[in-house]
């Protein structure tokens, strides 16, 4: 029974510890650029966009699509290292909690693993 209680206080213990890198990944922020650097698009690890930056000098009235396409790549590209990021930052943790990658059978995808 000893191991039982010893398991679920792991668990427990590792529950706790994944939430708090959960909201530290608030914290995690990237930034990347497109457009040669004239859109610059920061997003925190929860995938969320916090600012996007434009060079004055790609604003063109009479050509919209270039921007917007421009934001589109930019906040694409953002993300999917914000994604990048976070993963990295989440597979630090488990490893230092659950040596060896992690409990056989155990789905951490929902942890952004």
Known sequence: MQNMADLFGKVNEFQQKMKEAQERLGELEVTAEAGGGMVQVTANGNRQVLKIKLDKDIIDPNDPEMLEDLII????KALTEADRAAKQKMQEV????LPGGGLPGMDLSKFGL
Do not use: E, V
């Open 73 to 76: 790549a930019g906040i694409n």
């Open 94 to 97: 488990t490893s230092s909690i």
